[in-house]
């Protein structure tokens, strides 16, 4: 089973958050709770911290704290002593340590490197103490400069190599951090894109290892969506079909073995075909990424088979465009892997 989408959760938007973590109390999703924001700096800070920390920790949240040398000192502690005083499991360590100190550190608990920008050489220094030591790539407020997939990829596949899991960002949907509030992806294709779909992307075409919604703000049937994937192995597409398909909304299909990169044959739809009365023509449209369509009686045996489209078609007398996913979806079709369970719901 997969790892859960983990929840980032900032001092200054957690009591609104509160109510969504109250939901996932023993699920064993993890937090990212950054420390070193500037602009939560101030008078009641650290009793924030404080009590953030505790009530996470005593609802059964494992912390990864992203912290500065600045944020300890705020509380008159090192870096280790304060992660102790206030009850996190892990330190995400970013700029102001050195190499000498991160080692230190990982002696005495887990650590989180930076994977995006971290070296080689350090992970390796690092690693040699024999701890338990992860890396996290950034998320990217300002558009246009997240990561691009080649890069991720590749970084990713050598921090593993040396032993490292590998985790990342995606954006929420509901609430997005300041000061821009346009998300926080690690990839920057993410950017405005559903946190299901960035997690799908994340976890199976990139070969992360966990990922986390960078924004304060996830919807319910987003952590649903994800959840019914661990559970089920069952991705839900929303879609909009026309209404005499609507028979089609919530059965689990699977994508045969030999779909092409193109589209997905739906395997269960040889049930549509061969099988009762044909399929009538409708007037010829584009297959636009994200169609679902449905060969009708011009393709005679093959009448009734549905394809759901991942590369733009042209228009086919033979094959009636029957649906599209609801925008924002299509790159979690690229998701499903040959063999691979999904189904189309309704958009509400």
Known sequence: ????????????????????LKKLRGEAVPIFLSLHISEEFGEGYCQKAEMTCRWLTENG?????????KAAACFGQDVSQLADH???????????????KICRLAKKLPLVLNASTVSDEVVCQVLRCDQHVMAMHNFYPRPETGLDRGYLVSRTKALQALGLRVLG?????????????????????????????????LMIRCG????????????????????????????????????ECGALYGQVFTSRSDSPDRLIRFAESREYSCFGS??????????????????????GRYSGEIQLIRSDLPPDPRVNVI??????????????????????????
């Open 169 to 201: 960002f995606v954006p929420g949907d509901t609430a997005f951090r300041g000061p821009l509030h346009l998300g926080l992806p690690t990839l920057e294709e993410h950017r405005g894109l559903p946190p299901s779909v960035g997690y799908a992307d």
């Open 61 to 69: 949240f494992r912390i990864i704290a992203d912290v500065s040398p």
């Open 278 to 299: 044909g399929v009538a023509p409708l007037p010829p449209a584009p297959r636009k990424r994200g169609a679902v369509t449905m060969d009708n009686s011009s393709y």
């Open 1 to 20: 089973m997969s790892e859960p989408l983990g929840l980032s959760v900032y001092l200054s938007t957690f009591e609104q958050q509160r109510a969504t």
């Open 86 to 100: 206030l009850g996190v499991w892990a330190l995400r360590l970013d700029y102001g340590f050195s190499t000498e």
């Open 208 to 243: 992360m290892d966990g990922v986390f919604a960078a924004d304060p703000g996830v919807s319910q049937a987003e952590i649903e969506r994800i959840s019914r994937y661990r559970r089920e192995g069952v991705w839900e597409l929303p879609a909009r079909l026309l209404p």
């Open 323 to 348: 649906g599209h996913l609801a925008p924002g979806y299509e790159l979690l079709a690229d998701c499903i892997l040959p063999g691979g369970k999904f189904a189309l719901v309704g958009q509400g």
